[in-house]
Nanobody, 122 residues
Framework: QVQLVESGGGLVQPGGSLTLSCATS????????MYWVRQSPEKGLEWVST????????YYQDSVKGRFTISRDNAKNTLYLQMNSLKSEDAAVYYC???????????????RGQGTQVTVSS
C-alpha cells in the first residue's frame, strides 16, 4: 500500500532554514506528480508546492516562491522541501501527498503522510 513518511521538521528561528524529506513506498514514485501541503490552525490545509515526475517542473504558492525549493530523488523514492528564510506564518504541519501520473490540482482526498511539525519562533 502507499506509504508516505515525512521527517525533518522542528523548531527554527525566523529567518532560519529546514529541509523536509518524504520517504515513499508502495507505488511507482518516479511516475507520479508529488506535492507538499501544510496545515495550520489559522489557514487550514493548503497547497504549498508541486513537482513533476521527472523533477523538471516545479510550482509554488506565491507566499513561498523564492524561499522554498521542492525536489525529488527518484532513485531513492524520496521527496524534499528545502525551506529558507522561514517566517512565523510558515509554521504548520507539513505533509507530502501523492498525486497521479498526470497533472491535476491537488486534492485533500489524495494520500498523504502523517506530517512533520514546523515551528517558527524566536
Amino acid at each position: 500500500q502507499v506509504q508516505l513518511v515525512e521527517s525533518g521538521g522542528g523548531l527554527v528561528q525566523p529567518g532560519g532554514s529546514l529541509t523536509l524529506s518524504c520517504a515513499t513506498s508502495g507505488f511507482t514514485f518516479s511516475t507520479n506528480w508529488m506535492y507538499w501541503v501544510r496545515q495550520s490552525p489559522e489557514k487550514g490545509l493548503e497547497w504549498v508546492s508541486t513537482i513533476t515526475p521527472g523533477g523538471g517542473g516545479t510550482y509554488y504558492q506565491d507566499s513561498v516562491k523564492g524561499r522554498f525549493t521542492i525536489s525529488r530523488d527518484n532513485a531513492k523514492n524520496t521527496l524534499y522541501l528545502q525551506m529558507n528564510s522561514l517566517k512565523s506564518e510558515d509554521a504548520a504541519v507539513y505533509y507530502c501527498a501523492k498525486g497521479h501520473t498526470y497533472n491535476s490540482a491537488w486534492s485533500p482526498a489524495w494520500p498523504r503522510g502523517q506530517g512533520t511539525q514546523v515551528t517558527v519562533s524566536s
